[in-house]
């Protein structure tokens, strides 16, 4: 299963991303060790694609993070490969997460691969004022606050 998840709006992407691995601890992998982290800035394919074959350690999948690996712009032979990876793993019994900070190019192949409705693809767009309001409004509320009117 593969989620990308992106858009002007970090925040609610952020806390999709923390939502995934809430989760993914309680259900699947309370200890976190079955939780691989990968940054755009320093991506190595080769780690990605040996952590991305195996399976869970003492559980029965990985959860494998990637942030903002499309910002920092892969090259292409990266972006080619992982690709072609991305492609073979989507049957896989792992659960890996694209997170992107804003918007990425849309032109890329890995940015089309990323972006296939076979994948769980959620762009975060920038809230407008009534929708913000009523999202302050109900994060207010979860947080058992009180916002008085003027």
Do not use: C, H
Request: positive net charge; hydrophobic residues 35%.
């Amino acid at each position: 299963m593969i989620f990308f998840l992106s858009g002007e709006d970090s925040y609610s992407a952020q806390e999709k991303l923390k939502q995934i691995k809430k989760k993914f601890q309680k259900e699947i992998d309370p200890s976190g060790i079955n939780i691989s982290f990968f940054s755009g800035e320093n991506f190595d394919l080769e780690k990605f694609n040996s952590t991305s074959s195996q399976g869970g350690f003492l559980a029965k999948r990985r959860l494998i993070i990637v942030k903002n690996l499309l910002t920092n712009k892969p090259g292409k032979e990266t972006a080619d490969s992982l690709s072609s990876l991305l492609k073979k793993i989507q049957s896989s019994e792992n659960i890996f997460v694209f997170y992107e900070a804003g918007l990425p190019d849309k032109r890329t192949s890995l940015f089309k691969t990323l972006n296939d409705k076979k994948n769980l693809v959620q762009e975060f767009k920038p809230l407008d004022n009534f929708k913000l309001k009523k999202w302050i409004t109900d994060y207010i509320k979860e947080k058992s606050g009180l916002i008085k009117p003027d």
